[in-house]
């Protein structure tokens, strides 16, 4: 039996624009260096960049974790996003990173074809454990669009397929101080401490898929 592990990579994305910092790093921080069920947390902020595609795979090469998440801010989400699907093309021609970098069809990998690859986190037991039984504020979702967190979503879906290992990505909403900052409405916010509890359950439902194949 091989040795399991134990380490999880958790990203999030760097300030960017008029937004003064991003609650995808704020969350992803609160579990820099902590342990859960044993898993040692390595946490990575991404720049709102195209590199950041090779940054991640760099850390997925030298972790090896056999659970990896990323998650980025979605303005409009009500909800905490577990996103089912990534593709393999990156395009925004129109909202240049912070490298001014704005690919139109690109694609992501060497396959130079369109394709969608699908996030192995254990969707089931999220709902059940997470949803169904603490009623924690997430949702599925197929529009991760085709700007950074899609290309990010991608890396770690096929990172997750090749190695057979678990990721995905999650989408989260404002935080109810972010909003207040930015005047957004506070309909579409939550509070930090709750999307830190929501992400953590994912995080420990995760954990457990991996114990139980060992």
């Not at 699907?85 to 395009?91: G, L, Q």
């Not at 999220?126 to 599925?140: A, G, H, S, Y």
């Amino acid at each position: 039996m091989n040795k399991i592990n134990k380490v999880v990579v958790l990203t999030g994305f760097n300030e960017y624009g008029f937004y003064h910092y991003n609650p995808s790093s704020e969350i992803v921080s609160f579990f820099k260096g902590k342990e859960i069920n044993g898993f040692r947390i390595e946490t990575l902020d991404l720049p709102v960049s195209l590199r950041a595609v090779k940054i991640l795979e760099n850390v997925l090469d030298r972790t090896r974790p056999p659970i990896v998440i990323s998650t980025g801010l979605s303005p409009r989400a009500r909800k905490i996003i577990v996103e089912l699907i990534a593709s393999n093309i990156v395009h925004y021609p129109d909202y240049p990173d912070e490298d001014r970098y704005n690919p139109s069809l690109e694609y992501i990998s060497t396959e130079k074809t369109l394709m969608a690859i699908p996030s192995t986190l254990p969707l089931n037991r999220i709902k059940e454990k997470c949803i169904d039984r603490k009623q924690l504020p997430i949702t599925f979702g197929v529009s991760i669009g085709t700007y950074l967190c899609g290309a990010t979503a991608f890396t770690v879906h096929r990172y997750a397929q090749i190695t057979k290992s678990i990721g995905g990505f999650i989408h989260i909403p404002p935080s109810t101080d972010f909003a207040m900052r930015h005047r957004l409405p506070l309909t579409n916010s939550l509070p930090l401490s709750l999307m830190i509890e929501t992400l953590e359950c994912i995080l420990r439902v995760s954990i457990d898929s991996v114990r139980s194949r060992y």
